[in-house]
């Protein structure tokens, strides 16, 4: 029975990386809602306020992505560590979208609590 | 925007390939990718004390991944970001032959693209010039009495094939626009969602 368990674990861990890595760009925005912040806070951010344990290699290239749609905008700040460092911050776009995929998020989030309520129950 | 005057050769190498892999971005967006990322480096550096060992470096450039790597993320990105404003062929292919020259999945999903939007043109270009060549142009079977036919697109700009004949008549105008816009349609939705699913295979660390 040892290799099916272990198959269904790795289909498990799959389907759980598939759902973090959908709710990516939201996570971003709503990162980015209470203000400007440059690309290494937004990662702590992430790893601090949830569970989304984001690849560096990931977080700038996404981040353009967003400010080539318009859904954010970036400014060089000069830091007192003594280098530059390049901010983010949402723009009208970008809050429209967040508000907007945070409700989508809040409704099915909401109706599949009240389906999954007896299996996390356990009953 | 200043450049940090103090960098690690190592990072100063990683930088300098990863800015040779992103041709075909402008050198302003080169210049600020690569300025961005060497402010990410230098607060990564800090965060390791004043005493930074090699193996530190190694770590900082290992999480985030290869140069190639990266500049894969940042031409998948790049063109899906394009593709929400523009979903020109002419784009997408511009953006494909950038993420092609950079990874194996690319250069598949190019040459499928390429071979995508190519039939796509063809039967648009045939539906198109019917009306031109009447009597040439259209979708051709040739050969079929010598028990080796072929069919052929063809545009009516030479003479009547002797030994064969015009399939669909009229029907190539609507049928080939049709069938034209449709494969140019999916040969696009068919990169992107590629595109996606490559960028999406490289989103998280190995859990």
């Given amino acids: 029975m040892r290799p099916r368990d272990t198959t269904e674990q790795e289909a498990a861990d799959k389907w759980e990386v598939q759902l973090r890595k959908g709710c990516l760009e939201l996570a971003i925005l709503a990162a980015l809602w209470e203000g400007k912040l440059y690309g290494l806070e937004i990662l702590r951010r992430l790893e601090s306020d949830s569970d989304l344990i984001v690849s560096e290699g990931t977080i700038y290239p996404l981040l353009s992505r967003l400010k080539s749609v318009g859904l954010v905008r970036s400014e060089w700040v000069e830091s007192d560590a003594g280098h530059p460092r390049k901010y983010y911050a949402l723009t009208g776009a970008g809050k429209q979208r967040g508000r907007e995929m945070a409700g989508m998020w809040a409704r099915f989030s909401s109706s599949m609590d009240k389906l999954l309520a007896p299996l996390v129950r356990g009953k | ?207």
Wanted: with cysteine; hydrophobic share 45%.
């Fill in chain 2, 1 to 207: 925007m200043t450049t940090p005057d103090h960098a690690d050769p190592k990072i100063e190498a990683y930088l300098a390939k990863l800015r040779a892999q992103l041709r075909g971005f402008n050198d302003q967006q080169v210049a600020e990718i690569v300025a961005e990322l060497r402010s990410h480096m230098i607060d990564k550096l800090a965060i390791s004390g004043d005493a930074v060992t090699p193996a530190q470096v190694d770590a900082i450039l290992a999480a985030l991944g290869t140069p190639e790597e990266l500049a894969n993320q940042y031409i998948t990105d790049n063109l899906l970001a394009r593709a929400e404003v523009s979903r020109s062929p002419l784009r997408i292919l511009d953006s494909l032959f950038r993420w092609a020259s950079l990874s194996v999945a690319g250069f598949f999903v190019l040459i499928s693209s390429v071979l995508g939007y190519f039939f796509g043109a063809v039967f648009i270009l045939v539906a198109i010039l019917k009306p031109f060549h009447p009597q040439t142009a259209g979708l051709w079977l040739l050969h079929e009495s010598t028990g080796d036919p072929e069919f052929s697109f063809r545009m009516g700009f030479s003479s009547t094939p002797p030994d064969g004949r015009d399939l669909l008549g009229w029907w190539i105008v609507p049928l080939g626009l049709l069938a034209g816009c449709a494969l140019v349609t999916l040969t696009t939705r068919s990169a992107l969602w590629c595109a996606r699913q490559y960028r999406k295979s490289r989103t998280l660390p190995p859990t």
